[in-house]
């Protein structure tokens, strides 16, 4: 049904890859590594308490991993399950359901889809139980390191190890001004696309390519007109399809405007 929208609320998940993580013996180290550099980012961000709050953080994320584990091992069927707001408020009653939607904008939705009933239910519990202090540190720290490359180089350096140990490497970062172009291209990709294209390519270049796709164009509408396997009524939707294609050649005919935008 393209005409319609529907939310989707994604189990919530864990900060490691996996949770396999959290409760393998055999990834104990990573794991007590990943409480050492909680503690290390909340501590860089100013938290209060910020070792007793990484270990609290952890055990959370534990509970979390060992309901998505025992979920995949069951089914792992992927299937998508349609609820409403108001049997999830009375399922799972600990987590306040309305205020959570309305705070994402979507207060005047009555049904939500699920990636699992069973899991979503379960780790709303968890965090009903969680003290409001141990969710706010998670929160500062899930926001810090997504957004570490944007901070002081303190911030950087240790999400920058940490992903070394994460993924078993042990590359270099890359310089500063490299990830600030990549973030400019990420964000404002049309600027850049219009500084090239300004300094490398050729309006005629773009011109040839035009006209061979209006003649490509033009061979396909007489093959059409010429299929003798194709009723006329045929015909007409496959000429309406043809006239429909969006010829892209090169560069855009007009850029996304910038202007107005504070940096």
């Known amino acids: 049904a393209p005409d319609r929208h529907a939310a989707f609320l994604e189990t919530p998940g864990v900060l ?83 205020a959570y939607l309305a705070g994402a904008e979507l207060g005047k939705v009555t049904t939500v889809w699920l990636d699992s009933w069973d899991v979503t239910t379960k780790v709303a519990a968890i965090v009903a139980e969680t003290p409001m202090p141990v969710l706010q540190a998670r929160l500062a720290f899930a926001t810090a390191t997504a957004r570490a490359q944007a901070l002081n180089k303190a911030m950087r350096d240790a999400d920058f190890e940490f992903r070394n140990l994460a993924n078993g490497k042990t590359v270099a970062a890359a310089p500063r001004s490299r990830a600030a172009a990549l973030a400019i291209e990420a964000t404002m990709g049309e600027a850049i696309g219009a500084l090239y294209v300004r300094q490398y390519a050729a309006a005629a270049a773009k011109a040839q390519g035009t006209e061979m796709a209006a003649n490509l164009r033009a061979a396909m509408a007489a093959r059409i007109d010429k299929a003798a396997w194709l009723s006329d009524a045929t015909k007409v939707k496959a000429h309406a399809k043809l006239d429909g294609m969006i010829v892209k050649i090169g560069y855009p005919d007009r850029f996304d405007d910038y202007h107005g935008l504070a940096v």
Do not use: C
Request: hydrophobic share 45%.
């Open 16 to 98: 490691l890859a996996t949770p396999r993580f959290y409760i393998d013996p055999k990834l104990a180290d990573l794991k007590q590594a990943y409480q050492a550099h909680l503690g290390r980012v909340l501590g860089l961000i100013g938290w209060p308490s910020p070792e007793e709050r990484a270990k609290d953080i952890v055990t959370l994320e534990t509970r979390v991993a060992e309901v998505l584990m025992l979920d995949a091992e069951r089914s792992g069927n992927g299937k998508p399950e349609r609820a409403t707001v108001a049997a999830l408020s009375h399922a799972a009653a600990g987590f306040d359901w309305r």
